[in-house]
Every structure is written in structure tokens, then in C-alpha cells.
């Protein structure tokens, strides 16, 4: 009995010491590289990760795009391209000289809404960054609380989390660069992205609010809006899309949903 007790509080000192590894940098755009190779001094180069594309670099031309890779994998990278038909067994390092700033925004229903600052290296819960706001207003639905996080499909696209049991302690989120957190409020909806003037709007007490009703009084679509995929997102259920220029001239079939309490319209940006 004594054996098994050891054995089962050694499995649990494991496991939280594998909670606790730190997890490898990946890289972002806009983080400054230095790269360099033993004994070629001439092949040192620092420069800024570019949104999207390759990088310049000596002999090879350009260099495929380190975004979401490690320092480790980059340089072995590099290390292989060079050692086909340019140095032979290139020893290369590749370090981060400074980092892109990240930034995650906090909406709705706190003392200070607005960007929390993300380090790269000390990693930030949503309710650290929820703390780095001033907390929660008395009045926030904390049950319905949920983050909106980029995705890799594009503009379009928003993987929809929801905090309810963050919001309790009962779960960690940490958060990414371009994540938004709303908190929302007993009787506001939020309209985000892009529209003139992105933010709460109070329900209305004796009319409904529709998804078209709530941009125009957000100022209406921003330049680059697109406006056939307005996005109503709602706690528990998947994002519906809402065709907004349909609904307004009246075609057959076109939707346009009543907002409740809790409810973001989020308007993605258009690529062309």
C-alpha cells in the first residue's frame, strides 16, 4: 500500500512538472532575426519577418517564411539549403534581437476596456488580461463571456471560445496575438470590425435590433468592410453569417436576425 502511495504521488509530481515545461518560441512577423554562419561573416544578416512572402538572404536568394517556426528549425533550415552546393557543413545560429509587439483587447463589460500588452516569453491568461483591464464591472454576464481568435482561413474566419468556466477559475485560456475578449453586459450587444464605429450598443427597450439595424447604427459599413459575410456570433451556438446587402434590398430568403443581450456582429475585412 505504502509502494503504491509513492508511486501514485510521483506520477502527480510528473504531471506538474510537465505542466510547467515552457513551451518553445514560435516565431511571429515582425520579430527581428539575426542570422549568422561560423566563419562567414559576410553571410550575417538581420531583418524583420515580413507579413507574408520569403525573406532576402546571401547565395540562397530568399529564405521560405519563418512564421510559426522555432529559432532551432530555422537554423537547421538554413544550415541545409547552404550545405547543398554552397558551404560545407554550415554551423548557423539564428536568434530573436527584439520581438513584434502583441497585443490581445478586452471589451465590454470591464473598468478599462481596451489592448492588453502580450510578452512573448511570460505567457497571459484571459483573466490575468481581464485584471490588466481593472476586472469586472457589477454588471458583467461573466457566464457569456467569449474570445474571438484569428484563424488561419483568413479575414473571415474567427474561432469562437467561450470563458464561462474561465470566467469561474475553473479553466485556463492563455491568450494570442490578435485575440479580443468580450465580456458582455445584461442589455448591450457589441458590434466589432468593420464598421465606423465599432463598440456597445444598449438594446433598445420597446424595439428589436437586428443585425442590419445594429451596423447602421455602428456608422454604417467601413471601407473595406465585406458585407455579404457579417458574422452574429452568440454564446453557445456557431457563428451565423447574415448577407446584409440582401437583407436590405429585399431578396428572397435573406435573414436578418434579432440581436440578444450578449450578441457580437462582427464584420470582417474584405481582401481585395
Given amino acids: 500500500m505504502?509502494?503504491?502511495?509513492?508511486?501514485?504521488?510521483?506520477?502527480?509530481?510528473?504531471?506538474?512538472?510537465?505542466?510547467d515545461v515552457v513551451q518553445p518560441y514560435r516565431l511571429m512577423a515582425g520579430d527581428l532575426l539575426r542570422i549568422e554562419v561560423f566563419g562567414f561573416p559576410e553571410m550575417r544578416v538581420e531583418g524583420r519577418i515580413p507579413e507574408a512572402g520569403t525573406m532576402p538572404y546571401?547565395?540562397?536568394?530568399?529564405?521560405?517564411?519563418?512564421?510559426?517556426?522555432?529559432?532551432?528549425?530555422?537554423?537547421?533550415?538554413?544550415?541545409?539549403?547552404?550545405?547543398?552546393?554552397?558551404?560545407?557543413?554550415?554551423?548557423?545560429?539564428?536568434?530573436?534581437?527584439?520581438?513584434?509587439?502583441?497585443?490581445?483587447y478586452v471589451l465590454g463589460a470591464v473598468?478599462?476596456?481596451?489592448?492588453?500588452?502580450?510578452?512573448?516569453?511570460?505567457?497571459?491568461?484571459?483573466?490575468?488580461?481581464?485584471?490588466e483591464c481593472?476586472?469586472?464591472?457589477?454588471?458583467?454576464?461573466?457566464?457569456a463571456m467569449q474570445l474571438l481568435r484569428p484563424d488561419a482561413g483568413g479575414p473571415d474566419h474567427r474561432q469562437v471560445l467561450p470563458l464561462g468556466a474561465a470566467a469561474k477559475g475553473q479553466a485556463v485560456v492563455g491568450l494570442m496575438h490578435g485575440d479580443v475578449i468580450l465580456v458582455p453586459r445584461s442589455d448591450r450587444v457589441y458590434v466589432l470590425g468593420q464598421v465606423e464605429k465599432p463598440g456597445a450598443l444598449a438594446l433598445p427597450a420597446r424595439e428589436t435590433l437586428t443585425v442590419s439595424k445594429a451596423v447602421s447604427l455602428a456608422g454604417g459599413f467601413g471601407r473595406f468592410a465585406r458585407e455579404g459575410k457579417v458574422q452574429l456570433v452568440r454564446p453557445g451556438a456557431p457563428p451565423i453569417v447574415v448577407d446584409v446587402p440582401a437583407v436590405l434590398e429585399g431578396r428572397k430568403g435573406a435573414e436578418d436576425p434579432t440581436l440578444r443581450a450578449g450578441d457580437t456582429v462582427f464584420v470582417p475585412e474584405s481582401r481585395f
Avoid at 521560405?64 to 554551423?91: C, F, H, M, N, W
Avoid at 502580450?118 to 484571459?126: E, G, I, T, V, Y
Avoid at 481593472?134 to 457566464?143: I, Y
Fill in 134 to 143: 481593472g476586472g469586472f464591472l457589477d454588471d458583467a454576464d461573466r457566464d
Fill in 58 to 104: 546571401p547565395l540562397l536568394g530568399t529564405l521560405p517564411s519563418p512564421v510559426g517556426q522555432t529559432s532551432g528549425e530555422v537554423s537547421t533550415q538554413v544550415a541545409r539549403l547552404l550545405a547543398d552546393g554552397y558551404i560545407r557543413d554550415p554551423k548557423v545560429t539564428v536568434s530573436v534581437v527584439d520581438y513584434a509587439q502583441r497585443s490581445a
Fill in 2 to 19: 505504502m509502494r503504491l502511495s509513492v508511486l501514485l504521488t510521483l506520477s502527480l509530481a510528473l504531471i506538474a512538472a510537465a505542466d
Fill in 111 to 131: 473598468n478599462r476596456p481596451g489592448p492588453v500588452r502580450l510578452d512573448p516569453l511570460r505567457p497571459m491568461d484571459a483573466l490575468q488580461a481581464i485584471g
